[in-house]
T-cell receptor, first 113, second 115 residues
Framework: AQKITQTQPGMFVQEKEAVTLDCTYDTSDQSYGLFWYKQPSSGEMIFLIYQGSYDEQNATEGRYSLNFQKARKSANLVISASQLGDSAMYFC??????????FGGGTRVLVKP | EAGVAQSPRYKIIEKRQSVAFWCNPISGHATLYWYQQILGQGPKLLIQ????????DSQLPKDRFSAERLKGVDSTLKIQPAKLEDSAVYLCASSLQGVVGNEQFFGPGTRLTVL
């Protein structure tokens, strides 16, 4: 069975600073993918970044980067130059056979001006 | 490109009543997912369809929940009878295929309150 753990229930970050959101996972699958989604208070799930288990380079998408450490089974999200609009819930999720997503419990980020 | 559509957006019912949610995925997406998101938690997969067939319904409480995707396009999720613990947001998502790494696109969700 797949399991995603996000140990930070909530974080404050100063505007324009970087923040790292932790995610560890557990799986016996060889092929899997790791996603990060943002969920603002409005409720929609917004895709941020994806890392495949066989990808050797860490994924980057604009201000988002994924620090993938396969041996440690971690896939931390780094948001650089935080903006007020980054205030939201952030979910780490694993895609396994059939592309089913298993989500972590989420981390709430609040950006302070 | 139109996104995933869901209706209704909000629903309030009393326990033991029935309710149905509708989802229309992105055109051409073969795989459709229903997730339940209880307040303060991450979404949990209820059921996955590939075209009009069920791929995984292992976490669907089949004594009260049912879902169908008869023509391989839109889908309906039903709860009958509802319990207080069914209060949650029900998210529908779709992807091109059920292949690891295919991005899932989410609808706006239906917020269900059971009184």
């Amino acid at each position: 069975a797949q399991k995603i753990t996000q140990t930070q229930p909530g974080m404050f970050v100063q505007e324009k600073e970087a923040v790292t959101l932790d995610c560890t996972y557990d799986t016996s699958d060889q092929s899997y993918g790791l996603f990060w989604y943002k969920q603002p208070s409005s409720g929609e799930m917004i895709f941020l970044i994806y890392q495949g288990s066989y990808d050797e380079q860490n994924a980057t998408e604009g201000r988002y980067s994924l620090n993938f450490q396969k041996a440690r089974k971690s896939a931390n999200l780094v948001i650089s130059a935080s903006q007020l609009g980054d205030s939201a819930m952030y979910f780490c999720a694993m895609s396994s056979a059939g592309n089913k997503l298993t989500f972590g419990g989420g981390t709430r980020v609040l950006v302070k001006p | 490109e139109a996104g995933v559509a869901q209706s209704p957006r909000y629903k309030i019912i009393e326990k033991r009543q029935s309710v149905a949610f509708w989802c229309n995925p992105i055109s051409g997406h073969a795989t459709l997912y229903w997730y339940q998101q209880i307040l303060g938690q991450g979404p949990k997969l209820l059921i996955q369809f590939q075209n009009n067939g069920v791929v995984d319904d292992s976490q669907l409480p089949k004594d009260r929940f049912s879902a169908e995707r008869l023509k391989g396009v839109d889908s309906t999720l039903k709860i009958q009878p509802a319990k207080l613990e069914d209060s949650a947001v029900y998210l529908c998502a779709s992807s091109l295929q059920g292949v690891v790494g295919n991005e899932q696109f989410f609808g706006p969700g239906t917020r269900l309150t059971v009184l």
